[in-house]
Structures are given as C-alpha cells and as structure tokens.
Nanobody, 118 residues
Framework: QVQLVESGGGWVQAGGSLRLSCAAS????????MGWFRQAPGEEREFVSA????????YDGGSVKGRFTISRDNAKNTVYLQMNRLKTEDTAVYYC???????????WGQGTQVTVSS
C-alpha cells in the first residue's frame, strides 16, 4: 500500500506557472505508474497526465498537452506536475494517484487546490 500527499497548489494568474508535488510513502514507489487527475466543481474527474514506473514514458491529456509536464524522482518517492501557461479552465482540485497501470489507479491523495484567475 502507498500513501500520497500532494502539495504546491495555490492561486496564480492566467499565464503563470505552478509545480505540484506528490510525496509517496512506502518502499515500492518505483513499481507504480503515477498519475495526476483533476476535478473542477460540478464536473467529472479528468485525467491530466501519467508517467511510467521508470519515468521513461509519459501520457498527457489533450487539454494540457504542451503546457504541463509530469516527472518523477524515484530516489525521493516523489512525482511532480509542472504546469505552465495556466488558464482559468485549469482551476480544479488536483489529485495524485498510484497504480499498476495507466487505467488501474488504486491509491489516491487528498488533493490540492489550484486556482487560476484572469
């Protein structure tokens, strides 16, 4: 089992940047596919990005492609989401997730709020 704690959310003006971090507990971090999801008020949860166990492969949702970059540091048990050129529609609670496949996330963090103002 793994526990996930997100940080780095906050308020930013449109066009700005934020970097989210997700720290994982446990000794098996490098065996998990890691992902970021988001959920805006009144909307369904949306896939943002995922990264393979080694970090060699990444997958991005269409709405963030070219603006967000996922990365991981297995030595630090941490996954990151660098968010650039933020838009107001990026406002949401962002969740970190861990699993054994890009369509099989089993563990979730509590989320961190990102608010982008115009």
């Amino acid at each position: 089992q793994v526990q996930l704690v997100e940080s780095g959310g906050g308020w930013v003006q449109a066009g700005g940047s934020l970097r989210l971090s997700c720290a994982a507990s446990g000794r098996s971090f490098s065996s998990y596919v890691m992902g970021w999801f988001r959920q805006a008020p009144g909307e369904e949860r949306e896939f943002v990005s995922a990264i393979s166990e080694s970090g060699g492969c990444t997958y991005d949702g269409g709405s963030v492609k070219g603006r967000f970059t996922i990365s991981r540091d297995n030595a630090k048990n941490t996954v990151y989401l660098q968010m650039n050129r933020l838009k107001t529609e990026d406002t949401a609670v962002y969740y970190c997730a861990a699993g054994y496949g890009a369509d099989n996330f089993e563990y979730w963090g509590q989320g961190t709020q990102v608010t982008v103002s115009s």
